[in-house]
C-alpha cells in the first residue's frame, strides 16, 4: 500500500510540496523495490542481486539529489538541503514509512548525528577532511560513547581517558555498541581529557579516531536480539594516538556536544517511529478488510475492531505529542525537555503496541521476513534503551514538573 500523503492546512507551504514531493520517491522508487533494494541482507543473497540493489539504490539516490531533496540536516555548502527543523521532522514521519528510504535520502545513524556535531563543532580543516567525505559517502564513521563498565544512562560515568601528550592524544578505554563500528572509517570517541600528570578524571571531550590507527581494537560485532554478529561493535583503545587537532570544539564540550546530537535528534527518531506505525496500522488494516477466517473478513470481529482503535488513538497521540515537542524545540522553549522526555518515552511504547497488534492480526505471516512487522518490533523495544532508557526520561518529566509546581507553576506549563 503506498504511503497517501495529502497537504495539512496550517503547514507552510514549503513544507506540504517537501512532504509530497519525498511520498511521491517513496512510492515509486522505493515502496515498489523493497525486497530488491535490501537484498544484501538475505544470507542466500547472490552476487548478481547484490549489483542490482547496488544499481537501484545508485538510481534512487541521483532522483533525490535531482530532486533537491538529498540530506535535509545539512546545510546547503555541506551538500544538504538548509531547511528549518519542522520540515524535518514532518520529512522524516514520510522517510520512514519505506524500509531504509532515509538511507537514500542521505539520513543515517550514525553517520548524520556525526554529520551535524561536525557541522556545529568542527574546524573548517575537520569539514573537509571528515565531514565532505561523510556527506558524499566515501567514508563511514561511527560514535563511540557507551562502556560495558559503565552507566551508559549515566554518560558523564565514562572513564575513556584522553591524555595530552605534546601534539598529540593518547587516548584508552573500552566501549561497545559503537554502531557501523565494522565499516567505518573513523570513530568520534567520547573520553575524559587532560593534560599529561594532571590530576583528576579529566573533562568531557569529543576526539575523532580513524579506525585505522594502530591501537584501534575492534574486538567483535555483539550480536543482538539471537544474531550471532551486528555492526554494533565493541571497541578497545589501547594507547591510541592522535593528532591534538582531532578534538572536536574544546576540552570540556564533549557533553554538551552528546546533548545537542541527541535532544534534537529524539524528535526525529520519534517521528520516524510515527512514520514507522503509519505503516504497520495501514498494513494492519488492509489485512483485515481481506482475510476470511470463520466465516467472515476479519474486519467484522469485535476483537480485530479493538485493535483498530486502539492502534489509531496510539497513532494519534503519539504524532501529536511529537508534533507539539518539535513546536516547542522550534519555538526555542525551554519546557521543550520536558516534552522531549515524554516523547521518548510515550512513541517507541506506543509504536510497540501498534506493531504488536498488526503482527497479531497478520498470523504468522506478521513474524516473516516478508513483511517488515518483525524488524519494526525489535526496532521498536530497542528504542527504550537507546538514547536513553525509559527510566531516565521518566526521573527528568517528573522533575521538571515537579520543580514548576514548587515555584508557583500548574499545568499552564504544558501548552
Ligand atoms: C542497538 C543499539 C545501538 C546502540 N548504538 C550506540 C552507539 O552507536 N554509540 C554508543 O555510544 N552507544 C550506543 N548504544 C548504547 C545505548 O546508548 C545504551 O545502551 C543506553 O544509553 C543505556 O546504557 P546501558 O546499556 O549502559 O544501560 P545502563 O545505564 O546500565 O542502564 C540499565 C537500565 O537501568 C535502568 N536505569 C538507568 N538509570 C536509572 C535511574 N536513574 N533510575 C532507575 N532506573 C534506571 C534503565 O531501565 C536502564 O535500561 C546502542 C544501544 C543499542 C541497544
Known amino acids: 500500500m503506498p504511503i497517501n500523503v495529502t497537504p495539512i492546512a496550517g503547514l507552510t507551504d514549503e513544507i506540504n510540496d517537501i512532504r509530497i514531493r519525498t511520498a511521491r520517491i517513496v512510492n515509486e522508487k522505493i515502496l515498489p523495490n523493497e525486497a530488491v533494494l535490501w537484498h544484501a541482507r538475505r544470507a542466500d ?8 540493489a547496488k544499481k537501484l539504490r545508485h ?3 541521483e532522483k533525490v539529489k535531482a530532486e533537491g531533496l538529498w540530506a ?8 544538504g538541503m538548509g531547511i528549518d527543523f519542522m520540515a524535518h521532522a514532518y520529512m522524516n514521519e ?13 539520513v543515517v545513524a550514525p553517520n548524520s548525528g556525526n554529520q551535524t556535531i561536525l557541522v556545529k563543532y568542527g574546524t573548517e580543516e575537520q569539514k573537509q577532511k571528515w565531514l565532505l567525505p561523510l556527506v558524499e559517502g566515501t567514508m563511514q564513521s561511527g560514535f563511540s560513547m557507551t562502556e560495558p563498565e559503565n552507566a551508559g544512562s549515566d554518560p558523564r560515568s565514562i572513564k575513556t581517558s584522553a591524555v595530552r601528550e605534546g601534539d598529540e592524544w593518547v587516548i584508552n578505554g573500552h566501549k561497545w555498541f559503537t554502531s557501523n563500528g565494522l565499516e567505518a572509517d573513523f570513530f568520534i570517541v567520547m573520553c575524559r581529557a587532560s593534560e599529561a600528570g594532571e590530576d583528576g578524571p579529566g573533562r568531557m571531550a569529543q576526539i575523532i579516531v580513524p579506525t585505522s590507527t ?18 554494533h561493535c565493541e571497541v578497545r583503545y589501547d594507547n591510541v594516538r592522535v593528532p591534538a587537532d582531532n578534538i572536536l570544539g574544546q576540552v570540556g564540550d564533549g557533553h554538551r556536544a552528546a546533548q545537542d546530537r541527541l535532544g534534537a535528534g529524539r524528535i526525529f527518531h520519534c517521528m520516524n517511529s510515527v512514520g514507522q506505525m503509519w505503516r504497520a496500522f495501514d498494513l494492519m488494516v488492509e489485512r483485515l478488510l481481506t482475510r476470511e477466517v470463520h466465516g467472515g473478513l476479519l474486519k467484522d470481529k469485535q476483537f480485530m475492531q479493538g485493535f483498530v482503535a486502539d492502534s489509531y488513538m496510539d497513532l494519534q497521540a503519539a504524532r501529536l505529542m511529537t508534533i507539539h515537542a518539535a513546536e516547542k524545540v522550534d519555538q526555542g522553549d525551554p519546557g521543550a525537555r ?22 497479531q492480526v497478520w498470523g504468522a505471516a506478521g513474524v516473516t521476513s516478508d513483511l517488515p512487522l518483525a524488524a519494526m518490533y525489535l526496532g521498536a523495544r530497542t528504542l527504550r ?4 532508557p525509559d527510566e531516565v526520561h521518566r526521573i527528568l518529566i517528573a522533575k521538571n514538573v515537579l ?10 506549563f504544558a501548552g
Open 94 to 106: 514520510i522517510l520512514a514509512y519505506a524500509i531504509g528510504a532515509a538511507s537514500l535520502f542521505g
Open 72 to 79: 535535509p540536516h545539512l546545510p546547503p555548502e555541506y551538500g
Open 45 to 52: 543473497v547472490t552476487d548478481a542481486e547484490r549489483d542490482e
Open 403 to 412: 520543580h514548576h509546581y514548587e515555584k508557583g507553576g500548574s499545568w499552564d
Open 59 to 61: 538510481e534512487v539516490r
Open 338 to 359: 520536558t516534552e522531549i522526555s515524554a516523547i521518548k518515552v510515550f512513541v517507541p511504547a506506543a509504536y510497540s503496541r501498534v506493531v504488536d497488534r498488526a503482527i
Open 385 to 388: 534503551l537507546a538514547d536513553g
Open 214 to 231: 594502530p591501537g584501534v581494537i575492534i574486538e567483535r560485532g555483539i550480536g543482538i536480539w539471537g544474531g550471532t554478529s551486528s555492526d
